[in-house]
């Protein structure tokens, strides 16, 4: 089975941006976590990030096909997005949230996700560690039925 793991908007900056935040790692070594964690879990990793809520959207719409379960990072359309919630309200498998910072923690606009309504977890706070978290509770959901 497959994973998806999605990645929202300027996170393919990750490593540059606002280190400080979100840390020195690179997208390209979540990529390898995601991997590494993936193998241990016994799925598939199909790892992508955009900066585009249309194809995020799009991306999800073909996941009901193409993927068992679903790690999303949303990023910014975490708070702002009724159509990425709407398109995995679609998708039938697990979907786990991550946020690498602690979005509680920050500014009161980051506090409310669309996307936590519908996820059967969410993980925030943990770095990128929270996306090995993800993908073992996505591989548990899937096992567990
Ligand atoms: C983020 C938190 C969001 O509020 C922010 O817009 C991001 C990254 C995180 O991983 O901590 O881009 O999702």
Redesign the pocket.
Known sequence: PTVLVLN????NLLGTRQPE??GAETLADVERLCAAAGDAAGLEVDFRQSNHEGELVGWIQQARQSAAGIVI????Y??TSVAIFDALNMFDGPVVE??????HR?EAF?HHSFVSSRADAVI?GAGTQGYRFGIERVAALLATG
């Open positions: 929202g908007p300027n996170l935040i979100y990072n949303p990023a910014a975490s708070h991550v946020h690498i910072s602690n979005i920050r980051r925030a």
